[in-house]
């Protein structure tokens, strides 16, 4: 899989999580450290997994702070993951 | 002519319990209780209030919108998994406190949040085949008791809430195919394990089937019910939270004045929440098509399609 982390720019903005505009978010800040709470994470997870036709397993959520964090661990196991869908 | 919804009556304790006291105990602050879980505060029965209690004042709003006369009701039926004991039946309670005809069915059906969909097709096909003409689909699913008030998951959602619905003929909304599903495997993601224990609830994974089979049932429910997402005026969704409502609004493409949100004054009420809102609908003549779906425990899912019956 080869996952940007424009392209995961791009699916935070279809799911519509306004609480900062996704292109000033910083790839190596953690997201919950730049205004996205529990539920806004969800609802990324949820589109990310929609978008790649994946389904990342929970014992992986740690792995998911950051943007460019995310982008490595989908390029590194999204096709695992979505053998596993 | 088809059975159908003739009224609603709700009640709605008077107790509530504000979910702002809990900022700095979950680190949260008063745009996530709005604007995210949508629970300000959560309606709580009084100590001593039971089940029946709760079925017996929803029957009394009923009364008072003009609800059947006693002596004609000959089927009663109680959504509910928190029916305060558990034998006898709460719909056989509920017959003794409202004084029913003993020539009255009662049966109780144990299901959650999709539990009102489910009702009402279990309760109108029992009618039709047995030719009953007078029923009372009562949901009754108080979960303060089960909540752990130290618990973020469910401790800001959850209120305590009874409806009672008339199904007759010369009905205001009659059904058309119903559309029903189970995710099983998934049951243990939102639970009780035992009468005494507490409500646990994974979050992320009821968000996640929410939002991954309900649009998908709605469409299907729509096909086969030959009717437009354009030409339906109101989207009652379960009110799970804000932030599901709102999730699915978005997946769907609603424009958000059909898709009613409620509860920020007395919070989820499981089965309770869709007849609380279509109560309000009822009497808008200017809504003339509804889908209702409701889900949650099970993890389960049911959807239907309400028109009023001059639009047939």
Redesign the interface.
């Known amino acids: 899989m080869n996952v940007t982390i424009d392209q995961l720019r791009e699916i935070m903005i279809q799911a519509?999580i306004t609480m900062k505009n996704p292109a000033e978010l910083d790839s190596e800040v953690p997201l919950r450290q730049q205004g996205l709470?529990s539920?806004d994470m969800?609802?990324f997870?949820?589109f990310l997994?929609?978008a790649l036709g994946i389904t990342i397993p929970?014992t992986e959520y740690k792995r998911l702070g950051t943007l460019k964090s995310l982008a490595d661990a989908l390029n590194e196991h999204g096709e695992e993951w979505a053998k596993k869908k | 002519m088809q059975l159908g919804i003739k009224n609603i009556g709700v009640y709605l304790p008077e107790g509530r319990a504000s979910n702002l006291g809990k900022l700095a105990e979950f680190e949260?602050d008063e745009t996530?209780i709005t604007e995210?879980i949508g629970v300000r505060s959560r309606s709580i029965m009084a100590p001593g209030e039971s089940t029946t209690d709760l079925c017996v004042r929803a029957f009394a709003d009923l009364e008072l919108r003009g609800g059947p006369v006693r002596e004609s009701v000959d089927c009663v039926v109680v959504v509910t998994q928190n029916p305060g004991a558990n034998i006898p039946h709460l719909s056989a309670r509920v017959h003794a406190a409202l004084n029913l005809p003993e020539r009255c069915a009662c049966f109780d059906i144990s299901l959650g949040c999709s539990g009102y969909v489910y009702g009402l097709s279990a309760i109108q096909a029992f009618m039709d085949a047995n030719k009953l003409s007078n029923g009372l689909l009562f949901t009754c699913d108080p979960y303060s008791p089960i909540i752990d008030e130290a618990d973020k998951n469910t401790s800001m959602l959850f209120g305590d809430a009874a409806s009672v619905t008339w199904i007759s003929k010369a009905a205001e909304l009659t059904a058309g195919r119903f559309t029903f599903g189970t995710l099983g495997s998934e049951h243990a993601e939102l639970t009780c394990a035992s009468p005494a224990g507490s409500l646990t609830m994974n979050?992320?994974a009821v968000?996640?089937f929410a939002?991954?089979y309900v649009p998908a049932d709605i469409k299907q429910l729509l096909e086969i019910n030959a009717v437009s997402l354009a030409a339906v005026d109101r989207f009652i969704f379960h009110q799970g939270s804000k932030?599901i409502v709102d999730?699915l609004r978005?997946l769907l493409r609603l424009d958000a004045a059909k898709v009613p949100f409620d509860i920020m004054e007395y919070g989820n009420t499981v089965s309770s929440s869709i007849p609380i809102i279509l109560a309000k609908d009822l009497g808008e003549s200017a809504y003339r098509t509804f889908v209702l779906c409701g889900f949650g425990a099970g993890l389960s899912w049911a959807s239907v399609v309400l028109t009023r019956p001059s639009d047939i």
């Open positions: 519509e709470d539920l969800a609802t997870v949820f997994e929609e929970h | 949260i996530f995210k979050g992320r968000f996640n939002a991954r932030y999730t978005k």
